[in-house]
């Protein structure tokens, strides 16, 4: 069974144990284990970053021991939009968190818990919380994102099919192109289909719970000639001013921290021709 399947089956499972006795401490008369405020074990508060199209956010958190956790959400406070849970492979409990909300609709205000199991066998709960996520059309918006959609030529490697690498061009942020172990050699090619006027790029890195597989900097070369950078990354969407017009794109991990490398999403903002 793949990493990914594994998670999906141990969302609900995780979300049902949390809910149970969810209205305060205290041990049930089954003897369910009680349900603690979630604050207590936080490092600060959590931080949900909105991607600029509005359909996804990431959740990042850390806890001050080691726990398996998910994010309830939804457009009101039942909650009803659905679970996320950390993009970490790894699975298994542990202190920095990150977890990707997919499915969200522009302009719109969304309610949260963080919930989950501890290493010291408590079960916590957080209060309900909130964000918005942006419009669709904002006007800031430098252009479109020529990558989505872009035909992969050419990769490093690729960990597994459920880490493929047109996983980085889907405009999902709930999946990521993972390479099998390239760390600072990962790479990745894009056919954008026709030549572009490219006025940023950016790479929002995947990433695991022990601070491996972060792609830090990376570089671009255009059309098998001139190389840009290298731009920041990270795991969060990082927008790099550049121009340039080109079709084939080579993208380069530059420094790293190692490990599985790769990329939640690769951004080509493209002007369209006048």
Do not use: K
């Not at 939009?81 to 950390?86: E, K, L």
């Not at 695991?208 to 255009?222: A, H, I, N, P, Q």
Request: aromatic letters at 6%.
């Amino acid at each position: 069974m793949s990493f990914r399947a594994m998670r999906a089956l141990a969302v609900p499972t995780l979300a049902a144990l949390v809910l149970v006795g969810c209205g305060g401490a205290g041990t049930s008369a089954s003897g369910d284990p009680p349900v603690l405020a979630a604050e207590q074990v936080f490092v600060d508060d959590p931080v949900v970053v909105p991607d600029a199209a509005g359909t996804s956010a990431v959740l990042r958190v850390t806890t001050e021991l080691d726990m398996a956790c998910a994010v309830v959400f939804g457009r009101d406070e039942s909650l009803g939009g659905g679970i996320a849970t950390d993009a970490d492979m790894g699975g298994g409990a542990h202190t920095d968190h990150q977890a990707v909300m997919s499915g969200l609709q522009p302009d719109t205000e969304y309610f949260y818990r963080v919930q989950g199991s501890g290493s010291d066998g408590s079960l916590y709960r957080s209060g309900l919380r909130s964000f918005r996520t942006p419009p669709a059309d904002d006007p800031e918006a430098p252009g479109r994102n020529a990558a989505v959609g872009a035909q992969v030529v050419d990769v490093s490697s690729e960990f597994s099919d459920d880490f493929r690498a047109d996983a980085a061009v889907d405009g999902d942020l709930a999946t990521e192109w993972s390479s099998a172990g390239d760390g600072d050699d990962a790479s990745i090619t894009l056919d954008l289909g026709r030549p572009v006027h490219v006025v940023g790029v950016a790479l929002r890195s995947r990433s695991m719970s022990d601070g491996s597989s972060v792609v830090e900097t990376f570089t671009v070369t255009v059309d098998g000639g001139r190389t840009y950078g290298p731009f920041d990354a990270g795991t969060a969407s990082v927008v790099n001013e550049v121009e340039f017009t080109g079709q084939i794109l080579r993208i380069d991990a530059e420094r790293t921290s190692g490990g599985n490398t790769g990329a939640a999403e690769i951004e080509v903002i493209a002007l369209d021709d006048e």
